[in-house]
């Protein structure tokens, strides 16, 4: 069995190499156990969930199933999406003077343990291992699962893997990474190749571009382009790398080095400037908040949950009822990511 299509298959690839270093065959994989799983790096319930059924599937009276599940034939034409995707280069720096270096076996075992660890980033932000080629690593954020802030995913995601390869310990090497991120309308989905060169493929210029921008990246660096910029806001502090020349790519391109996350208050403002575009349509929940807000001031205490789907406009909302109270005296502390805002405002205490 070839456990490497099996992963694919269940949209797990970024698991390969663990299964592959731990010797994971088709002989052994059906008596794997969620503390195997563990071991293996399978961090995530809903991976480890996945993993399990399929598992058990493996020992039913129903190999047809299985079979059709993981075949390597590509689906039709019509199972490609049309979808806006982060696309993540990663590669290791120096991987061609390590070779001449190293013994084959211990290249290996280093390679080895760059994979996983750059794996277990992309696990731990919901993003998608695409594929292993050599010391480099194809991510997507956005497919097969989206998030609403996938940019900003991506980003961490970079700088995490950054942090991660740098901190191995293994033949006393040290060990440097290099990324570039490019977001953009691509077409993904269709399968390629077969047995472990088999991959979900990416149509769009956005690879290409994500591919320069790693090749642009110093190491421990991330490089981003202007689309990625305009997603993740003022999350992170850059240096500008002004328009750059890019092999393959028509003009100049603007690109930015991601240097650390930004210490921000409010990644409503952080994501959206301090410009924001006139409110339409809330006036009966300002109208509501300014009434509790009255009765606050008159000693009365209030609480108020703002709630709702995320995009639906929770933080504009609070955003607004704290430029009505510009001028009032009042204390403020904002909490929230994205799914979560909680603003809290009080009077001064009387003297």
Not at 169 to 198: C, F, H, M, N, P
């Amino acid at each position: 069995m070839d456990v490497v299509a099996w992963l694919r298959g269940l949209g797990l690839g970024q698991y390969e190499a663990a299964f592959r270093d731990n010797a994971i065959d088709g002989t052994v994989l059906p008596s794997l156990t969620a503390e195997d799983l563990r071991d293996l790096g399978v961090t995530l319930v809903g991976h480890r969930r996945r993993l399990l059924d399929a598992i058990t599937a493996l020992g039913a009276d129903a190999p047809t199933a299985v079979v059709a599940r993981v075949s390597p034939v590509a689906p039709a034409p019509a199972d490609a999406e049309r979808r806006q995707l982060m696309v993540m280069f990663c590669d290791l720096v120096g991987s061609t003077a390590l070779s001449a270096r190293l013994d084959p076996e211990d290249l290996r075992e280093v390679i080895a343990v760059y994979h996983r660890a750059v794996a277990q980033i992309i696990a731990g932000l919901d993003g998608f291992v695409a594929k292993y080629m050599g010391d480099g690593v194809l991510i997507y954020f956005g497919y097969p699962q989206a998030h609403e802030d996938d940019a900003e995913r991506a980003v961490r995601a970079g700088l995490g893997v950054i942090e991660a390869v740098g901190r191995l310990d293994i033949k006393s090497l040290t060990l440097q990474a290099r990324v570039g991120i490019a977001t953009g309308l691509v077409v993904v989905g269709d399968l390629i190749g077969e047995g472990s060169a088999q991959e979900q493929s990416v149509v769009g210029e956005t690879p290409n571009l994500a591919a320069r921008l790693q090749a642009l990246a110093e190491p421990d660096a991330v490089v981003i382009a202007a689309a990625t910029r305009r997603l993740v806001g003022d999350l992170f502090e850059y240096r500008d790398l002004g328009a750059v020349e890019l092999k393959g790519v028509a003009g100049l391109v603007p690109a930015w080095q991601v240097l650390r996350q930004s210490v921000v208050a409010s990644r409503f403002e952080a994501l959206r400037g301090s410009a924001l575009t006139r409110l339409i349509g809330r006036d009966e929940e300002i109208d509501l908040l300014l009434r509790r807000w009255a009765r606050a001031k008159a000693g009365n205490g209030q609480v108020v949950l703002v709630s709702g789907e995320p995009g639906l406009g929770k933080s504009r909302i609070t955003a607004a009822l704290a430029e009505r109270l510009h001028g009032e005296p009042h204390l403020r502390g904002v909490h929230g990511r994205g799914r979560e805002i909680q603003v809290t405002d009080r009077t001064e205490p009387p003297a």
